[in-house]
């Protein structure tokens, strides 16, 4: 976990989450340290995770997201392989600052959580946030950050992903068109695509997932801490 200081509250803190595969019960939160002159100090706090209650609901998507051809496995495996070194990217400096914005001015559509059932067969877990907006709508960056990746992957379509620091990612899926590069830096609200409906989706709408270090975490919870 990193931690950066706040001079006007003089107070060090800090982003951590919990996932969804974590079982409901108490967990010891240990912070170990040195005072100036050379102390070491520790603290600990007990953490409660309750169990929360998300909905079902059936998707129909075509065929090939349910039953792909031997050719799209392959394609879904080298997909596997890149998301899986991209995903688990952790960079030591922070480079987000401020509140989170929203990457779209529209009502959510749906939310992190949910148990989704493809075509009546195929079952997966909604890891992020739907925004119900029509396709070409302007997306924008949820922070500040640098470009992870800006590519099309077989089921989340044009694909962008972006390194805020200190292991925090955001993921936006699903777009009509990516307008930024790898490698890119972008600034809190720039715009950095169009929302569309590619890849495993039922119609135009934009997903956005947050990651850290490794797990997904509910992006509404973000976009409502106050952060400085």
């Keep these: 976990m990193f931690f950066f200081f706040d001079p006007p509250s003089k107070t060090w803190r800090g982003i951590a989450g919990?996932?969804?595969e974590t079982n409901p019960g108490k967990y010891v939160l240990t912070l170990d340290g040195k005072t100036k002159s050379g102390n070491e100090i520790?603290?600990?706090?007990?953490?409660?995770?309750?169990?929360a209650k998300y909905r079902q609901i059936a998707v129909t998507v075509p065929k090939q997201y349910t039953e792909p051809s031997p050719e799209q496995l392959h394609e879904i495996e080298q997909d596997k392989t890149l998301k899986q070194r991209v995903l688990a990217h952790v960079s030591p400096e922070r480079d987000w600052s401020?509140?989170?914005l929203p990457p779209v001015n529209a009502p959510i559509s749906d939310v992190f959580g949910t148990a989704r059932v493809f075509n009546g067969n195929v079952q997966s877990v909604h890891q992020g946030l739907d925004f119900g907006v029509p396709a070409g709508t302007p997306v924008a960056a949820l922070n500040s950050?640098?470009?992870?990746?800006a590519q099309t992957l077989f089921f989340e379509g044009n694909c962008v992903v972006l390194d805020h620091g200190q292991g925090l990612l955001t993921i936006y899926?699903?777009?009509s068109k990516i307008e930024v590069k790898e490698g890119e830096v972008v600034k809190r609200g720039q715009q950095i695509a169009l929302s569309g409906g590619t890849g495993r989706a039922s119609g135009p709408h934009l997903h956005v997932a947050?990651?850290?270090q490794g797990i997904y975490l509910d992006?509404?919870?973000l976009l409502?801490?106050?952060m400085p």
Excluded: N, Y
């Design 18 to 20: 919990v996932s969804l």
């Design 42 to 51: 520790s603290f600990q706090e007990s953490i409660p995770v309750g169990k």
């Design 98 to 100: 401020g509140k989170f």
């Design 145 to 149: 950050g640098t470009v992870l990746l």
């Design 173 to 175: 899926m699903h777009l």
């Design 210 to 212: 947050v990651r850290w």
């Design 219 to 221: 992006p509404a919870i």
């Design 224 to 226: 409502s801490l106050r």
